[in-house]
């Protein structure tokens, strides 16, 4: 085999048209592009058509920089830490690239003087939806940082066909549609066809005899299936790193169709085909909700082999020897989603590259960590026997394996202790059995964390408390973070500028600088101009709401926004309990003095959660309610934003001024949103949960509206009898409120409409907003003082994002690199003649 240093180097000139950062040469790159690449002259060009010209002018001026990237972590011995997802969550690119890159004013100006609308041609990308929220966001977030931070890195994934479904409202509901985002092309991603790889599936295991007389096992699938990987650029800012995220496609091997030609049977190897195929189709939009469905396994399996098998490539390429795996990847398993990669790593290095189990233990341990984000008991994956040994043999049989040296050192720790070896196993053995991948991704990692303080303590106490009693020395805490150049220079460019003017330009890569805003904070100049800004941002949220969904809103108003997946957890219906509260002080008294306020919703429920949907329905029946009655007079507004997106949260999170972060103590391991919203100036109304707690201690309990129950006291008031009813009897507004939802008054006279929330609420009420109500509607009667004092709030609006520099996702990776990865930087430098930055 050639190793990479006999390679002959090619050498060649490339154009300039291709790299400059000129604006002529961009320019022209333009033109061209939409000639030979679209294939069309301005005579017959569509705005497509010119948006596809600028992205691939925007991707030709990242390819040096990411081939030589490649080059160099291919060539030096780096270590490459490797994010395996089941999901990223990435927005459009366009924008972030050209603010990566340092070039956005400059290909705005060519764009605008080539007599383009460039906001039209921003606007018609299709952002790749390829996650459902929090989870699949993060991933995206920390890839962006590890570029920016200039580490090695490669995001492992799979490339949905239909990312998350686009939501519609119609009467009141959510109706899903499905998302074509490729239907048009997408210019950001290289098709590497000659790095496919194979992967196996179902069959059965077949024990043998090698020629030195050891026990070995072969695995004889029953159907191999192709991953063709898809590669995307991820630019770093202000740097020249382009890492690369690699999305698998699936499809069917030929070999197949061949044979059943063979055999006449046509229909049933085109069927085959169909079958291999769907494996990358779609995503599932069950967003922390496991349904054990054997298609959801064979996703998960088929992107963790191909990723894996690509790595094991990648290191032996080096020439280095597969003992060594660890220190060439650190693989991170986001969820347990990929959790399946510690089975399959073992069965890479033990059957098909034969090292000893020993040593392929220590192997897999010291290369994989494992990221827990919810604990959620309905969002555990776990997988019955049946369907496991069906689709996966050989990995039932590893699992096995590890699970009975596992439960050995237990048994030798702790002998006769049967519930704890119980709660320990890799299987579940109460009921029906299952395969419990959160301990196998918990003993085959060296490293566990949580996402927010808060959580990691519950971690370690609760959901994985007998792994943290028995290695208490691999948990660690690794609070989220999100990326600023995304969340404020992309988002909210009149903002950053602000920012800018004030303290130079390095907070977008150290957000801890964004303290020195505090010294202005007695600048009245200053408070004028922030508070100015806020203002301007809102009209033009307001302004798009009045286009795009036909509601007039008051830009002078409150805006008051909850923007997540729909969960009873969340809370969103608590939010609407308030505002029923408001409007029934309206409605007993017309002329009450009131903080005039939007409240703004955006969100998708997953298509099979019947609470979420209908709480969708409550809050625009709720709406057309309100919007509609004279008595309001305007003072109060309710809009739900179908189709809540990425691209919408770059909208939304500029313009809010107060963040709601609502949910029940001990339930939201993080939140993010959460961040987003402060470093753009919000204030936060919220529990003491996830990343909030941290929050409230970055911002000050001064600038932080808190209300509700903290987490001992929910498990305390559950485990002593939590009983709903007695709230609603003892406290009359909250009666007034359900019964005004009982009685039909949002649901043109039916009273069974709602009945199922309502009861829900009355009767066991699980996520206890009956007990948070009274100390919420509090919080938000403070809410409304506050922002009568328009310079206080607008203090309080700056230290809220001069106080936010913990949550930049550079903070988090960098803790990353730190204590789990033992990753470092390493700076691509490039040739002088492609270097010019404008
Ligand atoms: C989070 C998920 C999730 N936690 C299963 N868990 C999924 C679980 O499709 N599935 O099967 C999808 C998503 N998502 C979120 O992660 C947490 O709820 C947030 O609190 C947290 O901020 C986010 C990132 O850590």
New binding site residues.
Partial sequence: MTTFEQVPVFQCEFEDDRTGLSKETIKRALADNLFYIQGKVPATATPNDYYMALAYTVRDRMLQRWFKTTEVYTKKGVKVVSYLS??FLLGPHLSNNLINLGIYDLVRQVVEESGLDFVQLREIEEEPGLG???????AACYMDSLSTLEIPAIGYGIRYEFGIFDQEIRDGWQVEITDKWLHLGNPWEIPRLEETIEVKFGGRTEAYYDEKCRYRVRWIPDKVVKGVPYDTPISGYNVNTVNTLRLWKAEAPESFEFQAFNVGDYYGAVNRKVVSENITKVL???????KGKELRLEQQYFFVSCSLQDMIRLHLQKGESLETFHQSFAVQLN?T?PSIGVAELMRLLVDEYEIEWDQAWQITQNTFGY?N??L?PE?L?KWTLSLFKNLLPRHLQIIYEINQRFLGQVRAKYPNDSDRLARLSLIDESGEKYVRMANLASVGSHAING??ALHTELLKRDVLGDFHELWPEKFSNKT?GVTPRRWIVVSNPLLANLITRKIGVDWISHLEDLKQLEAFIEDAEFRREWRQTKQDIKGYLATYIKENHGIEVNPESLFDVQVKRLHEYKRQHLNVLHIITLYKRIKDNPNIEITPRTFIFGGKAAPGYFMAKLIIKLINSVGDVVNNDPDVRDRLKVVFLPDYNVRFGQRVYPAADLSEQISTAGK?????GNMKFAMNGALTIGTLD??NIEIREEVGEENFFLFGLTTEQVYELKSKGYNPWDYYHNNPQLKQVIDLISSGFFSHGDTNLFRPLVDSLLYHDPYMLFADYQSYIDAQDQVNQAYRDQEHWTRMSILNAARMGKFSSDRAILEYCQEIWNAVPVKIELEEYIQGRA
């Fill in positions: 089941a999901e459902n929220g929090g989870l699949g966001r993060l599932y939009p069950n967003d922390e909700l496991m969820d989603h990221t984000h919810t959620l969002a994956e996402v927010a989220n939201e391991a993080s939140g993010t996830g990343a």
